[in-house]
């Protein structure tokens, strides 16, 4: 048995749903990087890549052409965003990046980049139908996970926002796809979102009062 054959094997059922070992281990692995992105970790962007590569196996198991080619993006930006990390050039006190909020010419690019993305993306998709079989979603979620990790890597808040926006979305798809454990894993996701939406709000405020403070003296 091939290691591709394994990671597409059955771990378990629950509820009539089959979970796979791929979706399983990728998204596990997802959340620790969540996680980690949550505590500016630079190890946030290693977790995102290998949990990128063992979620290509989850979507060519399930004929998703458009989410084996979100999986190969995570891939390459993961790459790009440890590197943006790694240069520390804009890190804190404590040794972890620095982090705040977009500028609204930032907020303006991403909005607009995402806006005409999905157009793009789920015009291919609709036109070449095998690379996805629900085209609009699909792209949506495709240009959006392209969004939150361009805003993670330039450690912006509004990064939270994009993966709150792709996690309403991703939820019902992922299960509609048959990957039951995606859909579960979406919705802690969901969670840890908020709650690192939170902790990066308050240390952009904590770290905006120094600078005050010495522009006053």
């Given at each position: ?85 790694h240069r520390g050039r804009q890190r804190a006190q404590d040794g972890s990046i620095a982090i705040r909020f977009a500028t609204w010419r930032e907020r303006a690019l991403l909005l607009a980049g995402t806006a005409v993305g ?76 908020l709650w690192g939406m939170r902790d990066w709000w308050l240390r952009s405020r904590t770290s905006v009062k120094p600078a005050l403070e010495g522009v006053a003296a």
């Open positions: 048995m091939s290691a591709f054959d394994w990671l597409n094997g059955q771990a378990f059922e629950v509820l009539g749903q089959r979970v796979i070992w791929s979706d399983m281990i990728g998204n596990t692995v997802g959340l620790v990087a969540l996680a980690l992105g949550w505590r500016r970790s630079i190890w946030t962007w290693p977790a995102q890549f290998l949990s990128g590569v063992i979620l290509v196996a989850a979507y060519a198991s399930a004929q998703l052409s458009g989410g084996v080619g979100k999986q190969l993006l995570v891939i390459g930006v993961a790459v790009w965003g440890w590197r943006q990390w999905t157009l793009a993306v789920g015009g291919l998709f609709t036109a070449v139908p095998e690379l996805s079989w629900n085209p609009w979603p699909d792209a949506y979620i495709f240009v959006g996970t392209l969004a939150a990790m361009i805003a993670q890597a330039r450690g912006l808040v509004e990064f939270w926002f994009a993966w709150l926006l792709v996690d309403i979305v991703g939820v019902p798809l992922a299960f509609d796809s048959g990957l039951a454990f995606s859909g579960l894993v979406y919705v802690v996701y969901l969670a840890l979102v």
